[in-house]
């Protein structure tokens, strides 16, 4: 069984995003962190080198595959920031007041924060804390 490549690691969080060179990128993902730190409780951290997540959860499914994941997270990529959020998949109301965005069943890609209705956001991010199980 493959294991899986990203895992949570000891890098500064704080770090990672004052290194993201887009100055308006960097605020988004700031203001990112800070929705998805209140709607969790959790800390910050790391997971592989690119990666934000918040809280934690083992997941074991049927064939015997486990391992350990974010409860929500996102990742600043080249041309916007991706954000992981559980339950997305029964969310298109609130997804069609969102604004300019793309989704799959997990990810939620935004290239600016003033694209989107950052209230319409954060009720998604809150659905989202209560994780995979609720």
Request: hydrophobic share 45%; glycine share 10%; aromatic share 8%.
């Amino acid at each position: 069984m493959a294991e899986l490549k990203t895992k949570k690691t000891t890098a500064s969080v704080t770090d990672f995003l004052k290194a993201i060179p887009d100055e308006a990128r960097r605020k988004d993902c700031q203001t990112v962190a800070r929705l998805m730190k209140a709607a969790t409780g959790a800390a910050p951290k790391m997971w592989g080198a690119g990666i934000v997540g918040f809280g934690d959860f083992h997941y074991k499914y049927e064939s015997g595959r486990a391992g350990d994941w974010f409860i929500m997270g996102f990742a600043p990529r080249k041309g916007d920031v991706t954000l992981y959020l559980w339950r997305l998949d029964d969310k298109a109301a609130l997804l069609k007041k969102l604004g300019k965005h793309s989704a799959g069943k997990g990810c939620l890609h935004i290239k600016r924060l003033s694209d989107v209705d950052v209230n319409v956001l954060t009720q998604l991010i809150e659905v989202a804390a209560l994780g995979p199980k609720a």
